[in-house]
């Protein structure tokens, strides 16, 4: 079994606030993390594991300290999506340190990617950025098999996702702040979880009718009224824009076109 694990950071055990990032120990946590996950896919008989930092700039794992049997992907070539690489030739998906979507109450972190966007639908499903994973891996044919991160994250994902295993590594007090588990304590939830999710697999791909009605509502007027220049997109209400997508690649191309002019955007 070939498994792709894509790892974030708020998520990361001990991570509970942004300012976490600036301190190495955080690249440290994360790569421990990532490695409690490598270890249990391992265990659990996988025969591949590819690892993709995809936090920020994606240069946050620490190289020489990843478990020697995965493969690495940092940085970023295209720009479109967290777990792009996935559609490889992979059986299962691994979300480590990844958070609940944006307003999630007590979801530490809780965002939808860089904080510029409060919802996304697509078909009328809102999804944070777990749910935006599992289509573009399902549209490969490849499973969510486990998550990693908070409470919130867990239910979350679970309701998305039947039969995705979900390793809890703290408990959400408020957006920055939560009761974590010690650190060796909430590696082995996560290798123990990985382990459980390639030796038992009982995921299923996330099914997406195409083509699919996308809709995001944005913090402010003006980036959605710059997300709306992309042809093909129009607005919706004020905060609002909607278009429909062919496939999960034209998702992942709107998404990011729509957003990086959001970005740009300093029109309130």
């Known amino acids: 079994m070939r498994v792709f694990i894509a790892v974030d950071i708020e998520g990361i055990s001990s991570m509970v606030d942004w300012r976490d990032q600036s301190d190495f120990e955080a690249r440290r946590w994360m790569t421990e993390d990532?490695?409690?996950?490598?270890?249990?896919?391992?265990e659990g008989g996988a025969s591949y594991v590819c690892?993709?930092?995809?936090?920020?700039?994606?240069?946050?794992?620490?190289?020489?300290?990843l478990d020697e049997r995965a493969e690495l992907c940092r940085g970023w070539d295209n720009l479109h999506g967290m777990v792009d690489g996935v559609e490889s030739g992979f059986d299962a998906l691994m979300l480590v340190g990844w958070h609940a979507r944006y307003g999630t109450e007590s979801g530490v972190m809780a965002h939808s990617w860089s904080g510029?966007?409060?919802?996304?639908?697509?078909?009328?499903?809102?999804?944070?950025?777990?749910?935006?994973a599992a289509v573009i891996a399902?549209?490969?044919g490849v499973p969510v098999a486990m998550v990693s991160g908070d409470?919130?994250?867990?239910?979350?994902?679970?309701?998305?996702?039947p039969g995705v295993r979900a390793a809890v590594v703290k408990y959400g007090l408020n957006r920055l702040?939560?009761?974590c588990l010690s650190p060796s304590r909430a590696?082995?939830?996560?290798?123990?979880?990985?382990r459980a999710a390639v030796a038992e697999q009982r995921a299923a791909a996330y099914g997406t009718q195409w083509p699919a009605s996308i809709e995001v509502r944005y913090q402010h007027r003006g980036q959605a009224s710059w997300a709306a220049r992309v042809p093909g997109v129009r607005r919706e209400g004020d905060y609002g824009i909607a278009t429909e997508v062919a496939d999960a690649a034209a998702l992942?191309?709107?998404?990011?076109?729509?957003?990086?002019?959001?970005y740009a955007c300093d029109l309130y």
């Open 177 to 179: 702040a939560g009761r």
């Open 51 to 65: 690892v993709r930092d995809c936090h920020g700039p994606a240069r946050s794992i620490i190289p020489e300290a």
């Open 34 to 42: 990532a490695n409690a996950a490598v270890r249990g896919a391992f």
């Open 252 to 262: 992942k191309d709107i998404l990011f076109c729509c957003n990086r002019l959001a």
């Open 138 to 140: 399902g549209a490969a």
């Open 187 to 194: 590696r082995r939830v996560i290798e123990d979880t990985a």
């Open 151 to 161: 409470d919130a994250l867990a239910k979350e994902a679970q309701a998305l996702l």
């Open 116 to 132: 510029i966007i409060r919802n996304i639908w697509v078909n009328g499903v809102e999804m944070g950025e777990v749910g935006l």
